[in-house]
T-cell receptor, first 112, second 114 residues
Framework: QKEVEQNSGPLSVPEGAIASLNCTYS??????FFWYRQYSGKSPELIMF????GDKEDGRFTAQLNKASQYVSLLIRDSQPSDSATYLC????????????FGTGTRLTIIP | GEEVAQTPKHLVRGEGQKAKLYCAPI?????VFWYQQVLKNEFKFLIS????????ETGMPKERFSAKCLPNSPCSLEIQATKLEDSAVYFC????????????FGPGTRLTVL
């Protein structure tokens, strides 16, 4: 059974600070990794994906991947109240169109 | 279209009734996925299609769930004889045929079984 683990939170971060969200996965063969943001009552929205070890930056967001440790993280710089949401980590076995295996999400609250 | 469309937004069924959900993928996307979200954030994969062909059905409960993607029609997910535990939000996602598998989600259908 492939597993994707996330701290469910809630994680509270002051506005303007860095929010750090973590995810571990059990299948060493996993190849691509996705971060989705889900506001309450809404659908998941893709923020970033990463498939190479290291960091990938997009605006205020940085995804970090360490395949040896089977660990992926998302950093949100200059956190805004609008970043308050549940962040879902999802893992794909391959680069192809296989199903995503989701973690249960981390609820993030940005405190003004 | 530019977004994944799902209908209806809400569906209420009595236990034992049939439920049918629809999904139109983003234009040009070849793959369609169905996921079930229960208990807040637990996503469960149900089935995926490549065009009109089943690609992966390992998550489908065999007995009461069925799904189709026919040419020139929205994809559908049908639940025969619904049970209370089928109450969930059902999300459809689509992805294109190239590159990393970025799946884009529709707004979901909330199914309530009474």
């Amino acid at each position: 059974q492939k597993e994707v683990e996330q701290n469910s939170g809630p994680l509270s971060v002051p506005e303007g600070a860095i929010a750090s969200l973590n995810c571990t996965y059990s299948d060493r063969g996993s190849q691509s990794f996705f971060w989705y943001r889900q506001y309450s009552g809404k659908s998941p929205e893709l923020i970033m994906f990463i498939y190479s070890n290291g960091d990938k930056e997009d605006g205020r967001f940085t995804a970090q991947l360490n395949k040896a440790s089977q660990y992926v993280s998302l950093l949100i710089r200059d956190s805004q109240p609008s970043d308050s949401a549940t962040y879902l980590c999802a893992v794909n076995d391959n680069f192809g169109n296989e199903k995503l295996t989701f973690g249960t999400g981390t609820r993030l609250t940005i405190i003004p | 279209g530019e977004e994944v469309a799902q209908t209806p937004k809400h569906l209420v069924r009595g236990e034992g009734q049939k439920a049918k959900l629809y999904c139109a993928p983003i234009k040009g996307h070849s793959y369609v996925f169905w996921y079930q979200q229960v208990l807040k954030n637990e996503f469960k994969f149900l089935i995926s299609f490549q065009n009109e062909n089943v690609f992966d059905e390992t998550g489908m409960p065999k007995e009461r769930f069925s799904a189709k993607c026919l040419p020139n029609s929205p994809c559908s997910l049908e639940i025969q004889a619904t049970k209370l535990e089928d109450s969930a939000v059902y999300f459809c996602a689509s992805s294109h045929n190239e590159g990393v598998n970025e799946q884009f989600f529709g707004p979901g259908t909330r199914l309530t079984v009474l």
